[in-house]
């Protein structure tokens, strides 16, 4: 399942097939007797894909290996990113865009100030199995949720602009678990868009992998200790890249963004959920990914 250019995916193949492992630990992180988020969507899409593997690990997820693990670790996560938009409305930023938006309920599930805008941009077939399920389930948005169907490698900011995105005003990006998914180029040039419609006082958020991080290493260690590969049978580093690549916090440092960078182990420990139960060497491999959250001056 190797990546080619231009190419594309639904909800259970490829790049897609992420997607739904991250709903699927977003839904055993919330059912955990401390969670620290609540995404009561995440259920809805997993079991209306129906991919076995998700299915079995949601209904019986000792079956495979130390899975709840992978739910702490996307919990951390996800508390991360639904803090970086809570923080930026605090500050009267009422514009929001979510790259790569996946299977993300955040339109839905946090509470956005009135007035709000949320664009989700992702690729055509991944939105459309999104919306027909929240339809499914008479979901109601709670901010003004627009979807840009555009592949990230394309032409998006035009997408975005007809979708009624305002560049005169202060934005809220977000890009998670994005950037090992773009070829170098389009990784590049996604930072120099942003930029480029950011009006100051803008945000970006991001979790990047590129300070000498061995993503099929990493793959290898949690599949060692935890005893199993918790996306079954696909190899999520058969889809990403480790061509050259600008470093984003340097990048936007150098562009004249604040920048602010921590780690998912200094994460947990700040959210009471310290990672202190697993082998050093993959504590390690974590303490290489980063969080990166800037402001634009």
């Known amino acids: 399942m190797m990546r080619t250019d231009g190419d594309s995916w639904d909800i259970v193949t490829s ?17 955990d007797p401390e969670p620290m988020i ?7 899409f997993v079991e209306a894909a129906g991919e076995p ?33 809570a923080a930026a409305w605090q500050q009267g930023v009422q514009q929001a865009v979510i790259l790569a938006s996946g299977l993300d309920a955040r339109a839905y599930r946090l509470d956005w100030p009135a007035g709000a805008v949320v664009f989700e941009i992702d690729q055509p077939r991944v939105l459309e199995f999104k919306d027909q399920v929240l339809a499914e389930h008479g979901a109601v948005p709670k901010a003004d949720r627009r979807v840009v169907a555009v592949d990230l490698r394309d032409d ?4 975005l602009t007809a979708a009624g995105f305002d560049p005169g005003q202060p934005t809220a990006w977000s890009a998670e678990g994005l950037l090992p998914f773009l070829p170098g180029p389009a990784h590049d040039a996604l930072f120099e868009r942003i930029d480029a419609l950011s009006a100051p006082g803008s945000s970006v958020a991001t979790d990047e992998f590129s300070r000498g991080l061995a993503l099929r290493d990493f793959a290898d260690t949690e599949e060692k200790f935890f005893g199993s590969n918790p996306f079954g049978n696909l190899d999520v580093s058969d889809l ?30 700040a959210y009471a959920h310290p990672i ?13 990914a980063h969080y990166v959250r800037a402001e634009k001056r």
Do not use: K
Request: aromatic fraction near 14%; proline fraction near 6%; charge should be negative.
């Open 15 to 31: 790049v897609g097939l992420t997607a739904l492992g991250v709903a699927t630990f977003r839904a055993l992180e919330t059912v």
């Open 53 to 85: 593997h998700f299915v079995g690990m949601l209904a019986d997820p000792e079956s495979v290996g130390d899975v709840r693990r992978f739910g702490h670790f996307m919990g951390v996560r996800t508390r991360y990113f639904d803090e970086f938009f």
């Open 38 to 44: 609540r995404d009561d969507y995440a259920a809805w």
């Open 156 to 159: 998006w900011p035009a997408a």
């Open 276 to 288: 202190t139960d697993v082998p050093p060497e993959l504590i390690d491999l974590m303490r290489q």
């Open 240 to 269: 990403l890249y480790d061509d050259t690549r600008a470093d984003p916090g340097d990048w936007l440092s150098r562009h004249g963004w604040s920048v602010h960078i921590t780690t998912p182990v200094d994460l947990a420990a």
